[in-house]
Nanobody, 124 residues
Framework: QVHLVESGGGLVQAGGSLRLSCAASGRTSNNLAMGWFRQAPGKEREFVATIAWGAGITNTADSVKGRFTISRDNAKNTVTLQMTSLKPEDTGVYFC?????????????????WGQGTQVTVAS
């Protein structure tokens, strides 16, 4: 089992920045890919970004490319999502997820473990 806890959400004005963190515990030695997803009210959960266990391979959704950056510290079992130039449409609950399948998976079924989520609200 892998336990994920997100932090860093909050309320920010459009154009501002937020930094989300995800701390992993448990069986974190399984070379897990880590991802971020988000879910806006009334909408389906969608992929935001993912990062492979090693080599710094990442994949980012087109909607956030150039504004969001995913990174990880394997020694500390943490993954971070740096979000800049935030827009009201970035509002939602952001979930951290871990996958033991695929290098940089972008679809929900590939992810085995999920955090509880952290709310991000971008005011216009």
């Amino acid at each position: 089992q892998v336990h994920l806890v997100e932090s860093g959400g909050g309320l920010v004005q459009a154009g501002g920045s937020l930094r989300l963190s995800c701390a992993a515990s448990g069986r974190t030695s399984n070379n897990l890919a880590m991802g971020w997803f988000r879910q806006a009210p009334g909408k389906e959960r969608e992929f935001v970004a993912t990062i492979a266990w090693g080599a710094g391979i990442t994949n980012t959704a087109d909607s956030v490319k150039g504004r969001f950056t995913i990174s990880r510290d394997n020694a500390k079992n943490t993954v971070t999502l740096q979000m800049t130039s935030l827009k009201p449409e970035d509002t939602g609950v952001y979930f951290c997820a871990a996958s033991s399948r695929g290098v940089v998976p972008i679809t929900i079924p590939f992810y085995d473990y999920w955090g509880q989520g952290t709310q991000v609200t971008v005011a216009s």
